[in-house]
T-cell receptor, first 113, second 114 residues
């Protein structure tokens, strides 16, 4: 059973054209995370939602925004994608207690042309 | 600075052989340590998770160890299979502000050859 679902799996966008990536979860977890992973690098946390509370990492560019309209869904908006934003974007969820597992989605591979 | 370092960066072994991957960390406060397997183009999948008081944990052919005193962990893979070819990522968790912040290692890329 799918638990963390990301759509689309592959996304191609043009330089400067806004793009939205989608994540949904069937786990009813409080916390949802967005990570950026470039080739052969570790995932880098962009931000997370604790319920409706948005928490931005200090070094996340303003170009990246997020929305969480309800518990199940979370969106990553890239307002003006640059070539350097081409990467795998991973969504993850967890409960709000210490030690709980983070479950990752399959990722969306973003290509910027 | 909170860091997780893994070695080796990459490893090639023959099918059926065993291997051990290493992880050193300087993360504080420590919550738990996880090993993930990430196939190419896929999201990470959890193999093991260990808290401060656990020394070893197994998941099938995968056995993880943790030495909280020396801040070292290892992942041992027994009787490797071709499907074990993947990146193995060591992740240390800090619990702060009501959520687990994960500090990722750069991973060890394992290739299992027939």
């Amino acid at each position: 059973d799918a638990m963390v679902i990301q759509n689309p799996r592959y996304q191609v966008t043009q330089f400067g054209k806004p793009v939205t990536l989608s994540c949904s979860q069937t786990l009813n977890h409080n916390v949802m995370y967005w990570y950026q992973q470039k080739s052969s690098q570790a995932p880098k946390l962009l931000f997370h939602y604790y319920d409706k509370d948005f928490n931005n990492e200090a070094d996340t560019p303003d170009n990246f925004q997020s929305r969480r309209p309800n518990t199940s869904f979370c969106f990553l908006d890239i307002r003006s994608p640059g070539l350097g934003d081409a990467a795998m974007y991973l969504c993850a969820t967890s409960r709000d207690s210490e030690g709980w597992e983070q479950y990752f989605g399959p990722g969306t591979r973003l290509t910027v042309t | 600075k909170n860091q997780v370092e893994q070695s080796p960066q990459s490893l090639i072994i023959l099918e059926g052989k065993n291997c051990t991957l290493q992880c050193n960390y300087t993360v504080s406060p420590f919550s738990n340590l996880r090993w993930y397997k990430q196939d190419t183009g896929r999201g990470p999948v959890s193999l093991t998770i260990m808290t401060f008081s656990e020394n070893t944990k197994s998941n099938g052919r995968y056995t993880a160890t943790l030495d909280a005193d020396t801040k070292q962990s290892s992942l041992h893979i027994t009787a490797s299979q071709l499907s074990d070819s993947a990146s193995y990522i060591c992740v240390v968790s800090m619990f702060s502000g009501g959520y687990n912040k994960l500090i990722f290692g750069a991973g060890t890329r394992l290739a299992v050859h027939p």
